[in-house]
Nanobody, 121 residues
């Protein structure tokens, strides 16, 4: 069994920065893509950023140039550096990963519990 645990959310003023972390644990053989999603009140969950095992990245248009996704494979951790935050970035941020375990089982959609980011104007 594998799990993801996020950290780093909080309250920040507009224009500020936050760094989210998401650590995977369990019987992990390898991790394929890792990413961040967010869900604002009353809205659907949306993709924020994703990074592949080859370090290719993709971002939502709304965060390009402000957010940076990265990963540390030795720590089984993915990060989201968020700069120039706006009130519209307020949401619960969820980590997601595609993980292979030592038994040869592939967990296509592992989700963290979410961490709240609130940006005040």
């Amino acid at each position: 069994q594998v799990q993801l645990v996020e950290s780093g959310g909080g309250l920040v003023q507009a224009g500020g920065s936050l760094r989210l972390s998401c650590a995977a644990s369990g019987s992990i053989f390898s991790i394929n893509a890792m990413g961040w999603y967010r869900q604002a009140p009353g809205k659907q969950r949306e993709l924020v950023a994703v990074i592949t095992s080859g370090d290719s990245t993709n971002y939502a248009d709304s965060v390009k140039g402000r957010f940076t996704v990265s990963r540390d494979n030795a720590k089984s951790t993915v990060y989201l550096q968020m700069n120039s935050l706006k009130p519209d970035d307020t949401a619960v941020y969820y980590c997601n990963a595609d993980i292979n375990d030592y038994d040869g089982y592939r967990y296509f959609e592992v989700w963290g519990q979410g961490t709240l980011v609130t940006v005040s104007s």
